[in-house]
């Protein structure tokens, strides 16, 4: 008996093993999980980049030496506000209001794993400081899902190759 119990412990340590380590094999390569275990999305960044999630919003940071960064958050919709272009205008009006000389440069539609979201580029200042963005904004199952990446003008085409990735190795749980 106390072989078929010590064969049964030594089975259930190797699934629990082999279950750990498939949960580091869905993480793409180069790629490390930024999102927290309560999130019910995944998002992965650049093994370099630095992530910060003590706040409740998702962060990333390229590094300390540059304006490079990213955040994502989730929220319960708005009433009245059920569409991603509602949503967009709703907060837009912010938008033009605390950044100094708001420009929205692009928007497109594209699809954030599989669901139907809308991406901007837009620019301005923020307390004197020149600042670009690019917004992926999702709906999904009443919550509003929100991409951003920040970045200095100067440097912002440097990172959009390491941002294109992160949307698209975006999973929702």
Not at 22 to 28: A, F, G, I, Q, R
Not at 133 to 144: E, F, H, R, S, T
């Amino acid at each position: 008996m106390k072989k078929l119990y010590s064969l049964l412990i030594l089975t259930l340590c190797f699934a629990l093993l082999a279950s750990c380590s498939h949960k580091d094999s869905d993480v793409p390569q180069g790629m490390k999980i930024a999102s927290g275990e309560y999130s019910d999305y995944n998002l992965y960044v650049p093994e370099k980049w630095t992530v910060e999630t003590s706040t409740g919003v998702i962060t990333a940071k390229y590094s300390d030496s540059v304006m490079v960064n990213v955040t994502m958050t989730a929220a319960s919709l708005i009433d009245g506000v059920s569409t991603l272009d509602e949503y967009w205008n709703w907060f837009r009006e912010s938008f033009e209001q605390n950044i100094t000389g708001f420009q929205e440069e692009a928007n497109e539609d594209m699809l954030l794993d599989g669901h139907a979201a809308k991406k901007y580029i837009y620019s301005g200042a923020v307390a004197g400081v020149d600042v670009k963005y690019l917004q992926c904004i999702c709906i999904k199952d009443n919550a509003v899902y929100i991409f951003t990446y920040t970045a200095s003008p100067e440097q912002y085409d440097q990172y959009t190759d390491d941002i294109d990735r992160m949307l698209e190795t975006f999973t929702f749980k």
